[in-house]
């Protein structure tokens, strides 16, 4: 009787603690927001989005940006990491967590555009277990830029009056 008690005590703890051990691991989303200027909320997938009229989105990287990876069967959430360095126009040095292993934070690791358009829709990025390129290549979405998208001055016009008088 009291073993069987012990074991669905242990058993009930088990499923109540796992929860709380697996949300500790750093995602991330929140490794890019904590190192980076880019502040969006959401599922990494749901950045390219989200980020329209709050941030400047684009295909070219550039160090500070967001480069949002779409989600996929492998990838269900996405994944997000922030460019450190450029190498050149098809290779850039990264910042992110959560790729290589859970809660793996990985600093200056290699991404590579491997696209046929150079437009960093395909994308593969340095695997910590095999010390080399992914064999998979990841879809992406592009680059969110930090700073402000610029506001909308579609069919805003400004005037200013002279109110001075000319004396010749």
């Known amino acids: 009787m009291l073993r069987n008690l012990i074991a669905a005590l ?10 709380q051990a697996a949300q500790a691991r750093l995602q991330c989303v929140a490794y890019a927001r904590q190192i980076g200027d880019v502040q969006i909320s959401g599922n ?17 990287p550039q160090p ?20 450190s360095k450029i190498v050149d126009a098809r290779h850039v ?50 680059f969110i830029y930090p700073g402000a998208a610029p506001a909308d001055t579609a069919g805003t016009v400004t005037a200013s009056v002279d109110t001075g008088n000319a004396q010749g």
């Not at 242990?10 to 929860?19: D, E, G, H, R, T």
């Not at 395909?122 to 990841?138: E, F, I, M, N, Q």
């Open 64 to 83: 500070g940006a967001v480069l949002a990876f779409r989600g996929t069967s492998a990838m269900p959430y996405g994944h997000v990491a922030v460019v």
């Open 44 to 60: 990494a997938r749901e950045w390219w989005g989200n980020a329209e009229g709050r941030y400047e989105r684009g295909q070219r």
């Open 93 to 142: 040095l990264i910042n992110h967590a959560n790729w290589s292993r859970p809660g793996m934070i990985e600093r200056g690791v290699m991404a590579v555009d491997v696209s046929d358009a150079g437009d960093w829709s395909k994308v593969r990025v340095w695997y910590a277990p095999t010390k080399s390129l992914g064999l998979r290549a990841a879809p992406a979405f592009g």
């Open 10 to 19: 242990v058993a009930f703890l088990s499923i109540a603690i796992l929860p």
